[in-house]
């Protein structure tokens, strides 16, 4: 580069200097921001979700027990089979994405499939589950190899009533949607609880970790082999901070949030195994696009940092019963308890958008959006794409480090 001479100080020369300054920012700054430049947004005309209760979108109410008010009430205003106040995480993307929210596939009444549909219920599990609903401490019989064999119909039955015609025809989605759809996944943190609610000591169910992550994986490609090509994945939040684990618990060693530590190791650890096994699914399928999303990292901050982001109270449900956490597993959200020979409504809190959890075991609609708000952006993501560019492969040329 030509620097400018105290001695020589000529228009020409500092013209020169200030041009060749330019030209070596210009090329800094082209290479900071290549990647975000070069790739388009991606065009998802369905989505296709898997999971537990996180993302279910009323699998089980239309299956076994609907929840009942006050679930739904800020956004909704009534019931519609979420285990929430309102939104879930899913349905900020499907909105982000410029789709009405999913339907449940289970729900037989009033669904539109025509942009994706919803696999996930309450209490999935990636693994076959020991107990299953509607036995006491069940767990969902709609487990992840249930949920692939749910899609496998959808994706022949609904080409066969779009090729009849007719009043349904419409509710179906196109047959080119299934290669371009996003494909979404949270589950496995009903793996991690059957066995620390199952009497495992906390060794036990780390060392079953290894065990769960090859099912997720398999049935990954059994969905790819049916033309999925774009993997939006989350990993498992941090349980140790959930009433419902504190409560079960209350001895356990508590960090700095006063979120049980044993607890999230155990998430920690599963979510390395996922993230290790997306690694291996990309050199496998190397014609699709995986997006590891921390959803982990965003929720944890929620706990560890509430006021910083205008929350409070994070680690006590909102709507609930008794002691430090207000949660008693036996006077659930939205039942009717005895106290003293007097009956009582467990309501909610007076302001849940204030507040992380919403009943002990799940997030609130503003918990909700704070935590879509951060991964759509990309900046919890590997590779580090938005979610409208999760259609890009972390192999594409535009992604490789400078």
Same mark, same amino acid.
């Given at each position: 580069?030509?620097?400018?001479?105290?001695?020589?100080?000529?228009?020409?020369?500092?013209?020169?200097?200030?041009?060749?300054?330019?030209?070596?920012?210009?090329?800094?700054?082209?290479?900071?921001?290549?990647?975000?430049?070069?790739?388009?947004?991606?065009?998802?005309?369905?989505?296709?979700?898997?999971?537990?209760?996180?993302?279910?979108?009323?699998?089980?109410?239309?299956?076994?027990?609907?929840?009942?008010?006050?679930?739904?009430?800020?956004?909704?205003?009534?019931?519609?089979?979420?285990? +929430?106040?309102?939104?879930? !995480?899913?349905? /900020?993307? &499907?909105?982000?994405?410029?789709?009405?929210? *999913?339907? @449940?596939?289970?729900?037989?009444?009033?669904?539109?499939?025509?942009?994706?549909?919803?696999?996930?219920?309450?209490?999935?599990?990636?693994?076959?589950?020991?107990?299953?609903?509607?036995?006491?401490?069940?767990?969902?019989?709609?487990?992840?190899?249930?949920?692939?064999?749910?899609?496998?119909?959808?994706?022949?039955?609904?080409?066969?009533?779009?090729?009849?015609?007719?009043?349904?025809?419409?509710?179906?989605?196109?047959?080119?949607?299934?290669?371009?759809?996003?494909?979404?996944?949270?589950?496995?943190?009903?793996?991690?609880?059957?066995?620390?609610?199952?009497?495992?000591?906390?060794?036990?169910?780390?060392? +079953?970790?290894?065990?769960? !992550?090859?099912? /997720?994986? &398999?049935?990954?490609?059994?969905?790819?082999? *049916?033309? @999925?090509?774009?993997?939006?994945?989350?990993?498992?939040?941090?349980?140790?901070?959930?009433?419902?684990?504190?409560?079960?618990?209350?001895?356990?060693?508590?960090?700095?949030?006063?979120?049980?530590?044993?607890?999230?190791?155990?998430?920690?650890?599963?979510?390395?195994?996922?993230?290790?096994?997306?690694?291996?699914?990309?050199?496998?399928?190397?014609?699709?696009?995986?997006?590891?999303?921390?959803?982990?990292?965003?929720?944890?901050?929620?706990?560890?940092?509430?006021?910083?982001?205008?929350?409070?109270?994070?680690?006590?449900?909102?709507?609930?019963?008794?002691?430090?956490?207000?949660?008693?597993?036996?006077?659930?959200?939205?039942?009717? !308890?005895?106290?003293?020979?007097?009956?009582?409504?467990?309501?909610?809190?007076?302001?849940?958008?204030?507040?992380?959890?919403?009943?002990?075991?799940?997030?609130?609609?503003?918990?909700?959006?704070?935590?879509?708000?951060?991964?759509?952006?990309?900046?919890?993501?590997?590779?580090?794409?938005?979610?409208?560019?999760?259609?890009?492969?972390?192999?594409?040329?535009?992604?490789?480090?400078?």
């Amino acid at each position: 580069m030509i620097s400018i001479s105290t001695m020589d100080d000529s228009p020409a020369r500092v013209t020169i200097s200030l041009f060749c300054s330019y030209i070596f920012l210009l090329r800094i700054t082209c290479s900071t921001v290549r990647p975000a430049l070069a790739l388009e947004d991606c065009e998802f005309p369905a989505i296709f979700n898997f999971g537990d209760s996180n993302s279910d979108t009323g699998g089980l109410a239309a299956s076994f027990y609907p929840p009942s008010t006050p679930f739904g009430e800020t956004y909704f205003h009534m019931p519609v089979g979420r285990f +929430s106040d309102g939104r879930l !995480i899913v349905d /900020f993307l &499907a909105k982000s994405l410029s789709h009405h929210y *999913l339907s @449940a596939y289970l729900d037989s009444l009033g669904t539109n499939f025509s942009h994706g549909a919803n696999f996930a219920t309450w209490a999935s599990t990636i693994r076959l589950p020991h107990l299953i609903l509607p036995l006491a401490d069940g767990y969902s019989p709609f487990y992840l190899d249930i949920q692939y064999l749910q899609f496998l119909q959808l994706k022949s039955r609904s080409q066969l009533i779009r090729q009849r015609g007719g009043i349904y025809a419409s509710l179906m989605p196109e047959e080119e949607y299934f290669s371009k759809a996003l494909y979404t996944f949270d589950i496995g943190q009903n793996d991690l609880g059957e066995g620390i609610f199952g009497n495992n000591n906390i060794q036990e169910v780390s060392a +079953s970790v290894p065990d769960i !992550i090859p099912g /997720f994986s &398999a049935n990954i490609k059994k969905i790819y082999d *049916l033309g @999925a090509r774009n993997f939006w994945i989350h990993n498992t939040g941090p349980i140790g901070c959930l009433p419902y684990v504190l409560v079960r618990f209350p001895a356990a060693d508590k960090d700095e949030a006063g979120c049980a530590k044993a607890y999230n190791e155990v998430c920690q650890h599963f979510n390395q195994e996922l993230k290790q096994a997306i690694v291996q699914l990309r050199k496998d399928l190397p014609l699709a696009a995986f997006t590891y999303v921390d959803v982990y990292s965003v929720k944890y901050s929620l706990f560890k940092e509430p006021q910083k982001y205008g929350f409070e109270l994070p680690l006590v449900a909102c709507c609930g019963y008794g002691g430090k956490y207000n949660y008693n597993s036996s006077a659930g959200c939205g039942t009717t !308890i005895t106290v003293n020979g007097s009956q009582i409504f467990v309501g909610s809190c007076k302001n849940p958008s204030t507040r992380v959890n919403w009943d002990g075991i799940h997030y609130t609609e503003a918990a909700a959006k704070f935590v879509f708000d951060k991964i759509s952006t990309g900046a919890y993501s590997d590779p580090p794409l938005p979610l409208k560019q999760a259609c890009h492969s972390s192999r594409n040329k535009n992604l490789e480090k400078n």
